[in-house]
């Protein structure tokens, strides 16, 4: 069966990094665009950023543009999101999520587009 799992969540203090990984298994990776969402307490769910099926696209949401980065290395079925000047309203679950090439009616920055999703990964960030 599908497999996301995230990891490298943590800690960290306002203006810190991290960087998050999400391994798949059991389905052709090179064939998915991957997306990343987040979810803080009390809140939605809320769109990340995504990157094509070979990485030459990648969208972004405004909140997150110019701090963040996502990346994939097909060859090792894992997609990344780099976090950079991380704020405290960054605190929330991370998502990453699978969207198969044959699934075309929504965007790709909508969750309703993915079909696989991992647990999530914790990433707090102290002021």
């Known amino acids: 069966q599908v497999q996301l799992v995230e990891s490298g969540g943590g800690l960290v ?12 298994s059991g389905l052709t990776f090179s064939s998915n665009t991957m997306g990343w969402f987040r979810q803080a307490p009390g809140k939605e769910r809320e769109f990340v950023g995504f990157i094509s099926w070979n990485g030459s696209n990648t969208n972004y ?15 090792k ?3 990344y999101l780099q976090m950079s000047s991380l ?23 909508y969750s309703a587009a993915y079909a696989y999703w991992g647990q999530g990964t914790q990433v707090t960030v102290s002021s």
């Open 61 to 75: 949401a405004d909140s997150v543009k110019g701090r963040f980065t996502i990346s994939r290395d097909n060859a």
């Open 13 to 24: 203090q306002a203006g810190g990094s991290l960087r998050l990984s999400c391994a798949a």
């Open 77 to 79: 079925n894992t997609v």
């Open 87 to 109: 704020q405290p309203e960054d605190t929330a679950v991370y998502y990453c999520a699978a969207k198969p090439s044959t699934r075309t009616w929504y965007s790709p920055s």
